[in-house]
């Protein structure tokens, strides 16, 4: 039986949480990149830089603490389903590394500042 966070319900569907709660969906295929969800969640999210950012898979081991497993732009959705284990898993739009200067991003993209204020407030 599959959790109802489960990565992969419906064949070719991918589901991304974030971290407002939302969920966005995705159909692929087999030429379906990491980065071609990225793109259009840069869209659907009005983000204008989204280098600070990333799809993970989010799980947890028999300890119960939570890994994440950076996925890469080149990756093909397709691949990433085959290759891992999913039960239990989520992915996720998170921020993959922090500014050096956040002000600058705020500046820059204030979309984009607001995402990364609610993963670290």
């Given at each position: 039986?599959?959790?109802?966070?489960?990565?992969?319900?419906?064949?070719?569907?991918?589901?991304?949480?974030?971290?407002?709660?939302?969920?966005?969906?995705?159909?692929?295929?087999?030429?379906t990149t990491v980065k071609d969800v990225m793109v259009t969640?840069?869209?659907?999210?009005?983000?204008?830089?989204?280098?600070?950012f990333a799809l993970v898979l989010e799980y947890s081991n028999l300890e119960q603490s939570h890994r994440f497993l950076l996925l890469q732009d080149k990756q093909p959705l397709a691949h990433v389903v085959q290759r891992t284990h999913y039960h239990g898993m989520r992915?996720?739009?998170r921020v993959s590394f922090f500014p050096k200067d956040p002000v600058e991003l705020l500046r820059r993209d204030p979309a984009a500042f607001e995402?990364?204020?609610i993963q670290v407030g």
């Amino acid at each position: 039986m599959l959790k109802k966070e489960a990565l992969l319900l419906i064949p070719n569907v991918l589901k991304v949480f974030l971290e407002n709660g939302q969920i966005k969906s995705f159909t692929f295929d087999g030429r379906t990149t990491v980065k071609d969800v990225m793109v259009t969640l840069q869209d659907r999210l009005s983000l204008r830089h989204i280098e600070h950012f990333a799809l993970v898979l989010e799980y947890s081991n028999l300890e119960q603490s939570h890994r994440f497993l950076l996925l890469q732009d080149k990756q093909p959705l397709a691949h990433v389903v085959q290759r891992t284990h999913y039960h239990g898993m989520r992915c996720l739009f998170r921020v993959s590394f922090f500014p050096k200067d956040p002000v600058e991003l705020l500046r820059r993209d204030p979309a984009a500042f607001e995402y990364l204020y609610i993963q670290v407030g």
